[in-house]
């Protein structure tokens, strides 16, 4: 069966700019969750979406937000960018909860200048 | 709160010769735990999960880790190293009690000379 799906892979934006990333699960998965990884502070966790709520969120501002589809797909919305926003942003599909393994997709490396 | 501690930023190991990752864990609930590799530009991709079941688990590539309960730890092992291994490795806790987020680790580079 078909992978998770990010679009678009590489995104340039100026710094005042908003973006939205785009997120295809696997077919039959329901979470949805985002995470944003950079050399220094690793893989941090952004939020996760569950049947279209948002069921967890971690520690960012609320320039960071999220939805998710009733076809599970997902986006998220980064507004007014800034320069600490470049990073390389991961989608990871699960079919229901904790127990199950994640399957994430190739990312959307943003770079914001 | 849940938090994973890898305890070596970088291994570096010769091709055909074992391979030991460690990741120490805490979680206040019954977590599952992952490790994942991640290949440059690449996504991260699962190579094996520990879920409550048998505590010594296999993964893909020849991986395997133990779940230590006593110790807190979920260390990654291999027998012989390839060359493709070279990539950075995640060690990954997931909680129920703590909405099943997964939190990482901060990453373990594994270099495989030749």
């Known amino acids: 069966k078909a992978g998770v799906t990010q679009t678009p892979r590489y995104l340039i934006k100026t710094r005042g700019q908003q973006v939205t990333l785009s997120c295809s699960p696997i077919?039959?998965?329901?979470?949805v969750s985002w995470y944003q990884q950079t050399p220094g502070q690793g893989l941090q966790f952004l939020f996760e979406?569950?049947?279209?709520?948002?069921?967890n969120k971690g520690n960012f501002p609320g320039r960071f937000s999220g939805r998710q589809f009733s076809n599970s797909r997902s986006e998220m919305n980064v507004s007014t960018l800034e320069l600490g926003d470049s990073a390389l942003y991961l989608c990871?599909?699960?079919?229901?909860?904790?127990?199950?393994?994640?399957?994430f997709g190739q990312g959307t490396r943003l770079t914001v200048v | 709160a849940q938090s994973v501690t890898q305890l070596d930023s970088h291994v570096s190991v010769s091709e055909g010769t074992p391979v030991l990752l460690r990741c120490n864990y805490s979680?206040?609930?019954?977590?599952?735990l992952f490790w994942y590799v991640q290949h440059p530009n690449k996504g991260l991709q699962l190579l094996l999960k520990?879920?409550?079941?048998?505590?010594l688990v296999k993964g893909i590539n020849g991986f395997e880790a133990e779940f230590k309960k006593s110790e807190t730890s979920f260390h990654l092992t291999k027998p012989s190293a390839h060359m493709s291994d070279a990539a950075e490795y995640f060690c990954?806790?997931?909680?129920?009690?703590?909405?099943?987020?997964?939190?990482f680790g901060a990453g373990t580079i594994l270099r495989v000379k030749s």
């Open positions: 520990y879920t409550s079941a048998a505590t």
């Open positions: 979406y569950f049947s279209e709520t948002q069921r």
């Open positions: 979680s206040s609930y019954s977590p599952s």
């Open positions: 990871a599909s699960r079919y229901w909860d904790g127990n199950t393994e994640a399957f």
């Open positions: 990954v806790v997931s909680d129920l009690g703590y909405g099943n987020k997964l939190v």
């Open positions: 077919s039959g998965h329901r979470s």
